[in-house]
């Protein structure tokens, strides 16, 4: 069977890694979390003191760019989990402050190019299932599946809710809200590779799709590109 890119892009909390993963688990392709690849940036910078709520020290980050060195790597049940020089930060990441701190690092041009890079290179043997903002616009034009996520803000908010309720990390439900509309603003109005729809991407709307409705009609796509 032919190899191939699938690009899986949207706004967040969309459910955009639950439906790569599952993609890739399925056919065997490798997942690859580029999401979590701008928040160990942002991890970075905010543990070596580079950001704070207000700035970012955007001179000297981009010196230490290239310190930043972001590996993906199994854990014992199979989860890819994600490494900044060689710690395991999977659980850092997921904190709101490293997300807003990712939104905002990830407007900056010199660390999408670095993470492009980076990007270009785990997919260059293809196989792979790569979820973001710019995958099927910017990392991989050519991406033979290209799919654009989206449900409202308030299901997606939902979604969000209750992720962090189980994790421990319960944060009022307005707040959460706010925040999700303030990363979409950002995403879709930077001026550095915005988020939107490849012209060429399928468009799905999961709002009232249950997980089951979803992999299903995905699974579908693909096997529809590489018969
Ligand atoms: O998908 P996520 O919430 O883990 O992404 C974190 C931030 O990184 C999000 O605000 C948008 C940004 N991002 C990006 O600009 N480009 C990507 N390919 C992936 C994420």
């Known amino acids: 069977m032919k190899k191939i890119v699938v ?26 979390d580029t999401g979590a690849m701008y928040r160990a940036v942002s991890l970075y910078a905010l543990r070596h003191n580079l950001m704070n709520e207000e700035t970012i020290d955007e001179v000297a980050l981009q010196k230490e760019i290239t310190k930043i060195e972001i590996t993906f790597r199994p854990n014992e049940q199979g ?71 989206t449900a409202s803000p308030e299901v997606r908010a939902e979604r969000r809710f209750e992720e962090l309720k189980q994790k421990g990390m319960e944060q009022p439900f307005e707040e959460v809200l706010s925040n999700l509309k303030e990363r979409d603003f950002r995403d879709q109005n930077r001026k550095e590779s915005p988020l939107k729809q490849a012209e060429d991407a399928l468009l799905l709307d999961n709002s009232t799709l249950t997980l089951q409705e979803q992999t299903d009609w995905l699974l579908a796509r693909f096997q529809e590109k590489t018969k």
């Open 79 to 149: 989860h890819s989990e994600t490494f900044l020089n060689e710690e395991n930060v999977e659980k850092q990441i997921r904190t709101l402050e490293v997300a807003n701190g990712a939104s905002r690092v990830s407007t900056l041009k010199f660390v999408r190019e670095h993470l492009v890079a980076l990007q270009r290179e785990m997919g260059k043997g293809k196989g792979v299932v790569m979820d973001g903002r710019d995958i099927g616009t910017v990392v991989f034009p050519d991406a033979e599946l290209k799919i654009f996520l």
């Open 7 to 32: 690009a899986i892009d949207g706004f967040s909390s969309c459910g955009k890694s639950t439906m790569a993963k599952d993609l890739a688990r399925e056919v065997g392709y490798i997942y690859i």
